[in-house]
Protein backbone atom coordinates (compact mmCIF):
# COMPACT_ATOMS: atom_id res chain seq x y z
CA UNK A 1 0.00 0.00 0.00
CA UNK A 2 1.22 3.65 -0.89
CA UNK A 3 2.11 6.32 1.63
CA UNK A 4 -0.67 8.79 1.57
CA UNK A 5 1.65 11.62 1.70
CA UNK A 6 5.22 12.04 0.56
CA UNK A 7 8.14 13.05 3.31
CA UNK A 8 8.23 16.00 1.14
CA UNK A 9 4.68 16.81 1.42
CA UNK A 10 5.21 16.70 5.04
CA UNK A 11 8.04 18.60 5.29
CA UNK A 12 6.76 21.07 2.67
CA UNK A 13 3.48 21.55 5.35
CA UNK A 14 5.43 21.30 8.44
CA UNK A 15 7.72 23.82 7.45
CA UNK A 16 4.34 25.94 5.90
CA UNK A 17 3.06 26.08 10.00
CA UNK A 18 6.17 26.68 11.43
CA UNK A 19 7.17 29.46 9.10
CA UNK A 20 3.78 31.13 9.60
CA UNK A 21 4.39 31.20 13.74
CA UNK A 22 7.68 32.17 13.16
CA UNK A 23 6.83 35.19 11.06
CA UNK A 24 3.93 36.29 13.52
CA UNK A 25 5.41 35.66 16.57
CA UNK A 26 9.60 36.19 16.12
CA UNK A 27 10.26 38.21 14.23
CA UNK A 28 10.77 41.46 15.12
CA UNK A 29 11.80 43.93 12.28
CA UNK A 30 9.99 47.13 12.48
CA UNK A 31 10.36 47.50 8.57
CA UNK A 32 8.48 44.55 8.25
CA UNK A 33 4.98 44.14 7.33
CA UNK A 34 2.51 42.74 9.88
CA UNK A 35 0.00 40.65 8.00
CA UNK A 36 2.27 38.41 6.58
CA UNK A 37 0.64 34.63 5.04
CA UNK A 38 2.36 31.79 3.87
CA UNK A 39 0.19 30.79 1.54
CA UNK A 40 2.84 27.89 -0.05
CA UNK A 41 6.12 25.91 0.52
CA UNK A 42 7.54 23.92 -2.03
CA UNK A 43 10.38 21.98 -0.78
CA UNK A 44 12.51 19.82 -3.50
CA UNK A 45 12.77 16.18 -4.18
CA UNK A 46 16.04 15.93 -2.73
CA UNK A 47 15.27 17.93 0.29
CA UNK A 48 17.34 20.41 -0.08
CA UNK A 49 15.75 23.88 -1.09
CA UNK A 50 12.52 25.57 -0.59
CA UNK A 51 10.71 27.63 -1.72
CA UNK A 52 8.40 29.61 0.46
CA UNK A 53 5.64 31.86 -0.96
CA UNK A 54 4.13 34.59 1.66
CA UNK A 55 1.21 36.94 0.57
CA UNK A 56 1.37 40.43 2.44
CA UNK A 57 -2.07 41.57 2.89
CA UNK A 58 -2.98 45.40 2.35
CA UNK A 59 0.41 46.17 1.08
CA UNK A 60 0.98 48.55 -1.63
CA UNK A 61 3.23 46.71 -4.52
CA UNK A 62 6.14 48.75 -4.68
CA UNK A 63 6.63 48.24 -1.04
CA UNK A 64 6.41 44.04 -1.59
CA UNK A 65 10.14 43.65 -2.67
CA UNK A 66 11.79 45.47 -0.14
CA UNK A 67 9.67 43.26 2.53
CA UNK A 68 10.65 40.41 0.57
CA UNK A 69 14.56 41.75 0.61
CA UNK A 70 13.92 41.87 4.54
CA UNK A 71 12.73 38.06 4.61
CA UNK A 72 15.44 36.70 2.54
CA UNK A 73 18.20 39.02 4.28
CA UNK A 74 16.40 36.71 7.66
CA UNK A 75 16.75 33.70 6.16
CA UNK A 76 20.16 32.34 8.53
CA UNK A 77 17.93 33.45 11.63
CA UNK A 78 14.51 32.06 10.40
CA UNK A 79 15.91 28.87 9.17
CA UNK A 80 17.73 28.60 12.31
CA UNK A 81 14.64 28.73 14.23
CA UNK A 82 13.10 25.98 11.83
CA UNK A 83 15.90 23.53 12.38
CA UNK A 84 15.16 23.63 16.41
CA UNK A 85 11.53 23.01 15.76
CA UNK A 86 11.42 20.37 13.15
CA UNK A 87 12.62 16.77 14.03
CA UNK A 88 15.00 16.80 10.51
CA UNK A 89 18.30 16.00 9.57
CA UNK A 90 18.40 18.17 6.85
CA UNK A 91 16.64 21.53 6.88
CA UNK A 92 16.29 22.84 3.77
CA UNK A 93 18.08 26.21 2.58
CA UNK A 94 15.36 28.81 2.29
CA UNK A 95 13.92 31.54 -0.04
CA UNK A 96 11.00 33.81 -0.28
CA UNK A 97 8.84 34.80 -3.13
CA UNK A 98 6.18 36.69 -3.63
CA UNK A 99 2.37 35.07 -4.57
CA UNK A 100 0.60 36.96 -6.55
CA UNK A 101 -2.24 34.53 -6.68
CA UNK A 102 -4.44 36.16 -4.20
CA UNK A 103 -3.93 39.35 -6.09
CA UNK A 104 -5.14 37.91 -9.21
CA UNK A 105 -7.74 36.60 -7.23
CA UNK A 106 -9.51 39.33 -5.93
CA UNK A 107 -8.62 41.44 -9.10
CA UNK A 108 -10.62 38.80 -11.09
CA UNK A 109 -13.70 39.36 -8.44
CA UNK A 110 -13.71 42.60 -9.12
CA UNK A 111 -13.81 42.53 -12.66
CA UNK A 112 -16.87 39.93 -12.59
CA UNK A 113 -18.36 42.28 -10.51
CA UNK A 114 -18.04 44.76 -13.07
CA UNK A 115 -19.09 43.10 -15.57
CA UNK A 116 -22.38 41.68 -13.81
CA UNK A 117 -23.27 45.28 -12.59
CA UNK A 118 -22.48 46.79 -16.52
CA UNK A 119 -24.92 43.84 -17.29
CA UNK A 120 -27.60 44.68 -14.91
CA UNK A 121 -27.55 48.33 -16.04
CA UNK A 122 -27.80 47.31 -19.23
CA UNK A 123 -31.17 45.53 -19.05
CA UNK A 124 -32.55 47.87 -16.80
CA UNK A 125 -31.53 50.83 -20.25
CA UNK A 126 -33.27 48.47 -22.41
CA UNK A 127 -36.64 47.94 -19.88
CA UNK A 128 -36.06 44.61 -19.28
CA UNK A 129 -36.25 43.35 -15.46
CA UNK A 130 -33.23 43.14 -13.58
CA UNK A 131 -31.85 40.13 -13.15
CA UNK A 132 -31.78 39.68 -8.93
CA UNK A 133 -36.34 40.70 -9.23
CA UNK A 134 -36.59 38.11 -12.09
CA UNK A 135 -35.36 35.12 -10.14
CA UNK A 136 -36.98 36.16 -6.96
CA UNK A 137 -40.20 36.07 -9.15
CA UNK A 138 -39.85 32.84 -10.65
CA UNK A 139 -38.84 31.18 -7.64
CA UNK A 140 -42.37 32.92 -6.28
CA UNK A 141 -44.36 31.43 -9.09
CA UNK A 142 -43.11 27.61 -8.28
Known sequence: MAK????????????????????????????????????????????????????????????VKANLDILNDAVGYIRS??????QARIVPTIRFYFDQSLDQGIRMANLVEQVRRDDEKRRIEAGQEPERKAKVDKDEEE
Not at 18 to 45: C, F
Not at 81 to 86: E, F, G, P, V
Open 81 to 86: LIAKRI
Open 4 to 63: EFSRVDRLSQQMQQEIAVILQREIKDPRLHNMITVSDVNVSRDLSHAKIYVTFLGLEAEK
